[in-house]
């Protein structure tokens, strides 16, 4: 007897994003894959969003949340009203390709022990190369600033083929990201202080410290448009990656180890970035830069839910070294060029 194909769930969190569901959900439409559904998630949207679904795609689920709970929160009060053995969630700037969901599933269901996977992602405006968001698996360094293979900082690669293998990483972009739904639900789903950004990059960590894998599937490949929520540019989106970054330490590294001197060396070394957005005319960033710091400093003194791990049970894809020494001082700007012995 042929076991049935899992029931995969693609979700889409929309917040005043009616012209790229315009776009790109005829694409995910057209999947492929046998035993899917395609569900949008409103995060209280002013435009006309959630008219455009009702009129022209009823056969999509539609889940409404009662204010703009951001990715994180959205997401939470979304999954909790959703039935399925996998969700996929997608963003709404996202192109799929057709065969982009088998492949990553082959992948998850071939080792129970694999909780997330993403699938190779590619720039929608140069699709013969990597996309800022996830590129081909994330990495991260012994600070705590992570990084994508096919893109370090500005420097985007070409796809030559050059990440084809799939393997294991440390986290999965959230722009396309495949979650076996136990496993959602036994990491509690996002921490919701994140607001945005890096909020996967903790949930793959959670998991980590559970024991179990994230994956890069390279057979699978979407394209993405990036930034289509808040502009690079955006002193709030500097706040959220600065403030974030010592949030990820502090959920995820044992308290009494080393946090508190990665965090130190973090304090020093944003302090440099700091500096940067001042000599460059960019004080609201500067500004932004301090205000995170300040918000982290505050979280340390209010009780937090999470539990600090007891020991970390996998550091696949920990760098052991400094990417940002290595890129501005080493002037490594390809992942190839860093010491692959640093890697575990």
Known sequence: MISPLP???VVILNWNGLDYLKQFLPSVAASA??????VVGDNASTDASVAYLKANWPEIQLITNSQNYGFTGGYNRILQQVQADYFVLLNSDVEVTPDWIQPVIELMESDAAIAIAAPKIKSFAGKDSFEHAGAAGGFIDTYGYPFCRGRLFNIVEKDNGQYNQSGEVFWASGAALFIKTLCWKAAGGFDEQFFAHMEEIDLCWRLKNMGYKIMYCANSTVYHVGGGTLDAENPF???LNFRNNLLLLRNN???????????????FLDLIALVRFLTEGKRKDAWAVSRAHQSFVVSLFKKHQRLQPKEIKSSKGLYRGSIIYDFFIRKKTVFSELDQRKFE
């Open 253 to 267: 590294l044992p308290l009494g180890k080393s946090v508190l001197k990665i965090s130190s060396r973090l304090f």
């Open 7 to 9: 029931k995969v769930a």
């Open 33 to 38: 894959y046998a035993n899917f559904q395609i």
């Open 237 to 239: 989106k500097t706040y």
